[in-house]
């Protein structure tokens, strides 16, 4: 007989996100992981300080959405700052354009080495909304 028990890392912050439409899951995903980064920093009606737009092409659409994750991070590290909004022009299966908006911050509450997701996909169930669960590694 084998138990397996799952164990919380201290290291580590999941996120689960659910949305009604693909374009709110990206929007969901990027605020969760922005007040990951600076809490708060999403919240009231803070001036966008930064606009960079955005065009990446990936396999499929879990990786299209860690890849964006992943090139969003990138940019808040390099400027700085945390992206909250974004606006998209396209969103296909396997790929997104559009620009992202931010602002600057002193500093990071945490510093996210790395995203994963443990499930390995979006899913979209039969109550037609759409989720997926990140693990972000801290």
């Given at each position: ?24 899951l ?22 966008s ?27 808040s ?22 620009c992202?908006?931010g ?19 979006v ?16």
């Open positions: 007989m084998n138990k397996l028990t799952y164990l919380p890392q201290a290291a580590n912050k999941c996120l689960k996100v659910e949305a009604d439409t693909p374009e709110e990206f929007l969901g995903t990027l605020q969760g992981m922005a007040n990951l980064l600076k809490e708060g920093s999403c919240g009231g009606d803070i001036p300080q930064l606009i960079h737009k955005i065009s990446i092409c990936s396999a499929d659409f879990t990786s299209l959405l860690m890849d964006f994750l992943c090139q969003t991070l990138n940019l590290q390099s400027y700085s700052a945390v992206f909250c909004k974004l606006s998209i022009d396209q969103l296909e299966t396997t790929s997104i354009d559009g992202l908006y602002h600057y911050v002193e500093e990071f509450i945490h510093e996210i080495k790395s995203i994963e997701s443990p499930e390995g996909t899913q979209q169930p039969e109550t037609g909304t759409w989720e997926t669960a990140l693990v972000f590694g801290i």
